[in-house]
């Protein structure tokens, strides 16, 4: 148990707990609040949140509910809770709701309203654990972190992008992972511009320039599983391992600033396709499939947790691009289960399918052209 | 001398194994039930080989092993497989070398089914049964059962009905309480076999099809192909002609023989013991406890000598091997 007044913590998504861990480490007043990054995912995390969530519930929310009562166990006494366009908009109420009813007493602060997110109401909620927080620092702080989240988005895009072809195995890895220790404590432009550049020329020297043919996959779908590798059972990684270069649009750079204004991009590009939002990310899966598609990309992955609507809208859409468009579209539905047989064998296949379609055009190409 | 290659393709409930010949005719196979013990299953399914070579006079070269199925990893490591490859992939090679225009595959195995479209000889898409095993060969085995008949007489005692009873497809819980309704309100049992044969059929499309095209040729292998009030059901379900090949269940051990055979691209001669009965194979499971992934590995022993490990993500999971080797 600490002996600060306010323990705070918050759910895991990807590495996002780097840039949030550095914007709360400004907001909060030290002598009074301790910041305290939840446990690694783990079965256990997986365990104890499915135990404590209603069955139909979509898994992120089982995540998310582990994530919590590990800290609250470990003396959390403030939690922090993001929202969403789809049933994500009423965890925090429900997980709220539960959390009390197991018994446990804690300040809970959410990030989103239903219109958005309201930095007014927002700095209200972070006020009441920090009095003497003004209003300027707190904005000036959000943009702070807007921007290193920006950037550990976009060198996160290019490690995986680049994970394939890198000289020695193994180096882009560690590089990231001293990137994230190091972010955690970044506390100025000068010097998180000093580090993105030091950053990006230690990833780009580990690349090989000769980037010849590979498999080329797109991962479109529901958020969470997209961003969390072990809620998805880390299958980029996988695909990395089995030589594919790995697409992704969904990071939260793209969720928080761009996807409200792609919004008509989406619905014009899609147009053949939906004619209104299938909500959440459900039209972005679609327009984005069909941009994947032109890019010529040699196979998709569509994922999402089990039950989540919007994806299964999106769904039956897919399917009918895949069949006009002439694509292999895989589906994957992922849930409280840790079981990678499945997951794998799948995939394999799906490779299997790629490599021998790429041998079959190419051969077919040499017929052609003599 | 001749060349020849294995292909063993250990499922959940059987473990079928073929040795083809050069040209990827098949010279002997063998299936049998793996009883929850893949070792012993494939132990025995090669020494069912051997013996039925030796009635035939050959003694071969082997050329190449494949596995295939979901023991694949287990079993390929400890046969010295020179290929482990997925059993989609494998049905789907070795229905093509019977079937060259063959469009959809039917599979339905033991406990698990699925659905491979092909076009122009590639695998274009494919499906495999998630979560549930309704409509799938345990399902009718264990109805068999229930109704006092044997399963090898399924399909001839559905080919009789006249008028098959209406039974639910969704789900095997539903279908089991509606064959008991019916069963009990006077239902002959010939109807009731051959209703549960098309909702088997019924299950399978509409849990593996969805959204997917069947055309001709199509092609029903699997354990359950060999039932023929299944295939019926198809064919009136589909409107299609069903192929089913003579080698039906054994589609997925030829196809992981052909790739072995591919995958020896020097054709040197595989050191491969037929003795295999003799060997002493142990596996020992660990929980690796490095991080919080917790990943469980599988350490596998040839006479108390650690040949391989299956699972684990990262390094760490080799430190462990000189703990678990002295167990």
Redo the contacts between chains.
């Keep these: 148990m600490s002996s600060k007044k306010y323990v705070i913590s918050f759910p895991h998504i990807g590495n996002y707990y780097v840039p949030v861990y550095n914007l709360l480490s400004k907001l909060i007043d030290k002598d009074t609040t301790k910041i305290l990054v939840p ?6 995390t997986i365990d104890i949140g499915s135990k404590f969530s209603p069955e139909y519930i979509c898994v992120p929310f089982k995540y998310n509910m582990g994530n919590f009562i590990e800290s609250l166990n470990k003396g959390a006494n403030v939690l922090i809770q993001a929202g969403g366009g789809c049933r994500y908009g009423y965890y925090a109420e429900i997980q709220e709701q539960i959390l009390r009813d197991m018994g446990y007493d804690f300040k809970y602060i959410t990030l989103l309203d239903p219109e958005g997110v309201n930095i007014k109401k927002v700095y209200g909620r972070f006020k009441k654990i920090n009095e003497k927080l003004k209003f300027k620092d707190f904005a000036l702080h959000f943009i702070f972190a807007i921007k290193a989240i920006n950037i550990l988005d976009k060198f996160e895009t290019y490690i995986r992008e680049n994970i394939v072809f890198e000289k020695n195995k193994g180096e882009l890895e560690k590089i990231h992972k001293n990137f994230l220790e190091e972010l955690k404590y970044i506390n100025s432009y000068k010097e998180l511009y000093e580090f993105k550049n030091k950053y990006f020329n230690l990833a780009k020297n580990a690349v090989k320039n000769d980037k010849s043919d590979v498999i080329k996959i797109g991962i479109v779908g529901e958020l969470y599983t997209s961003m969390e590798p072990f809620s998805s059972m ?1 299958l980029e ?1 996988e695909l990395s391992q089995m030589g594919c270069f790995v697409k992704r649009y969904t990071t939260v750079t793209y969720l928080l600033f761009e996807k409200g204004r792609a919004q008509k991009g989406h619905l014009k590009n899609a147009k053949d396709y939906v004619c209104h939002s299938l909500g959440a990310d459900g039209l972005e899966s679609v327009s984005h499939t069909l941009e994947l598609v032109n890019n010529g990309y040699d196979g998709i992955i569509h994922i999402k947790p089990f039950g989540c609507t919007p994806e299964i809208n999106a769904m ?1 859409i897919l ?2 691009i ?2 006009e468009k ?1 694509i ?1 579209i895989i589906y994957f ?1 992922f849930d409280s289960q840790t079981s990678e ?2 997951i ?3 995939l ?2 799906f490779l ?2 790629m490599v ?2 790429k041998e ?1 055009i190419k051969k077919n190409r040499r017929e052609v052209y003599g | 001398m001749d060349k020849y290659y294995i292909g063993i393709d250990i499922g959940s409930i059987s473990t079928k194994a073929v040795i083809i010949d050069d040209d990827k005719n098949i010279v002997v196979s063998d299936y049998i039930w793996t009883c929850g013990s893949p070792i012993e299953a494939t132990k025995k399914v090669i020494t069912n080989l051997d013996n039925k070579l030796k009635e035939k006079n050959i003694i071969p070269k082997i050329y190449g092993v494949g596995t295939t199925g979901s023991a694949r990893n287990l079993v390929g490591n400890v046969v010295g497989a020179n290929i482990i490859k997925n059993e989609i992939t494998a049905h789907a090679i070795g229905t093509l070398s019977r079937y060259p225009d063959v469009r959809t595959i039917l599979e339905i195995g033991g406990q698990d089914s699925k659905i491979i479209i092909l076009n122009q000889g590639i695998v274009v898409d494919y499906a495999m049964n998630t979560l549930c095993a309704a409509g799938t060969g345990a399902f009718l085995s264990s109805q068999a059962k229930r109704l006092g008949i044997d399963i090898e007489n399924m399909g001839d005692i559905a080919l009789t009905s006249k008028s098959p009873s209406k039974i639910a497809a969704r789900c095997t819980v539903f279908a089991e309480s509606d064959l008991v309704h019916k069963a009990q309100i006077g239902h002959k049992k010939e109807d009731l076999i051959a209703g549960l044969c098309n909702s088997v059929v019924k299950n399978y499309l509409n849990n593996l099809s969805r959204g997917k095209k069947i055309e001709d040729k199509v092609v029903f292998q699997g354990g359950v192909s060999k039932n023929k009030g299944v295939v019926k059901a198809f064919e009136n379900e589909l409107n299609k002609k069903i192929y089913v090949d003579e080698n039906s269940h054994l589609m997925g051990a030829l196809g992981i023989a052909i790739l072995s055979k591919e995958a020896n691209k020097e054709e040197k001669e595989i050191d491969f013991d037929f003795n295999i009965k003799d060997v002493a194979f142990k596996t020992v499971g660990v929980e690796c406890s490095g991080c919080s992934n917790n990943c469980e590995i599988i350490y596998i022993y040839k006479n108390n000598k650690v040949i391989d490990k299956i699972g684990g993500r990262c390094e760490k999971s080799n430190l462990l091997q000189n703990k678990v080797a002295n167990i």
């Design positions: 446990d690694k995912m783990s079965k256990n880390f990684k039956p399917q009918k895949s069949r002439n292999p539905t047989a499945g794998k064998t799948r394999e296949a299997d399918m021998m379609r079959k």
